[in-house]
């Protein structure tokens, strides 16, 4: 029973391991070569079709920010008026037409910061878990008579929690790369609210929550590789202690460990937005 036991912590270990190692290739990989660009070519041709509605909105947003903004008539044929209301419009009407580089030199910054941090560091793509030898031992001279039946339960128990977590991380990672491509689908009507001033408070919040969802896999990563690192250094652990309480207190540093790491990728958007407030 001691090593059925033994087996499904490696189960869950194995599988979990496989998801951090997806995650972790996922949060290295561009929008562009995502799924071979397929899903890509498909934003950019939205980003384009809804370019021409940003474009009838920036002028909607232009005139009633003209009109509410300036008194009169004659307030709008004074020079640094006039200057400052053409530079807005030209500023909004860049932005429009160059949404789409915009938002792609943003992700590409983001991914150069990812790409030297991993590089900066001794951890490589791949993130692997093993049980130590010392653990092992002990899980295999465990019998019936010591509780080697709680034990298996536990370490199922531990087995589908492990599961979850890995399954939980991934689709964080997966929600913020689908964020970032409807954002960039949509960029062009947010941003047409920038030619009004009543309405470029909305372009900003737009620009900054983009921002923020881009950095969030820079917190990601270096969530990943501070706790590889943590969790690399084996656990203190009395080896003469007996087998079941080694065993237990095994069982209990992985999962809280796991948690440890779902914790910090969960609350990434809340990092960023402490840290920088985007």
């Known amino acids: 029973m001691g090593t059925a036991a033994w087996y499904e912590l490696m ?3 194995e599988y979990l391991g496989n998801m951090l190692d997806k995650m972790w290739a996922l949060l290295t990989t561009s929008p562009q070569s995502f799924k071979g660009g397929g899903i890509w070519n498909i934003i950019t041709t939205i980003n384009g079709v809804l370019g021409a509605i940003g474009t009838a909105l920036l002028v909607l947003f232009f005139t009633v920010g003209v009109i509410k903004t300036c008194g009169s008539f004659a307030e709008l044929k004074k020079p640094e008026t006039a200057v400052k209301v053409f530079i807005r419009f030209a500023i909004s009407k860049y932005l429009i037409d160059n949404c789409l580089k915009l938002m792609v030199n943003f992700v590409t910054i983001v ?5 030297k941090i991993t590089a900066s560091s001794s951890i490589g793509t791949a993130l692997e878990f093993s049980i130590p030898s010392t653990v092992q031992s002990k899980f295999e001279g465990i019998g019936i008579l010591d509780g080697a039946i709680p034990i298996w339960a536990v370490c199922f128990i531990a087995h589908i929690a492990l599961i979850v977590i890995g399954i939980v991380l991934l689709l964080t990672v997966y929600g913020r790369f689908f964020r970032i491509y409807m954002y960039t689908a949509i960029a ?3 941003l047409s609210t920038l030619a009004g001033q009543p309405t470029e408070n909305i372009a900003k ?7 923020g969802v881009c950095m969030q896999g820079v917190v990601i990563v270096l969530a990943c590789i501070i706790f590889t690192a943590y969790a690399a250094s084996m656990p203190q652990m009395d ?4 087998p079941i309480k080694m065993v237990w207190g095994y069982v209990s540093e992985v ?8 914790g910090l ?3 990434s958007d809340r990092i960023i937005h402490d840290m920088m407030g985007l």
């Open 239 to 242: 080896t003469s202690a007996e």
């Open 11 to 13: 189960q869950g270990l």
């Open 265 to 267: 990728v969960k609350g």
């Open 111 to 115: 991914q150069g910061v990812i790409a």
């Open 255 to 262: 999962v809280f460990n796991m948690l440890v790491l779902l």
């Open 188 to 190: 062009p009507i947010p």
């Open 205 to 211: 919040s737009f620009l900054k929550s983009y921002a």
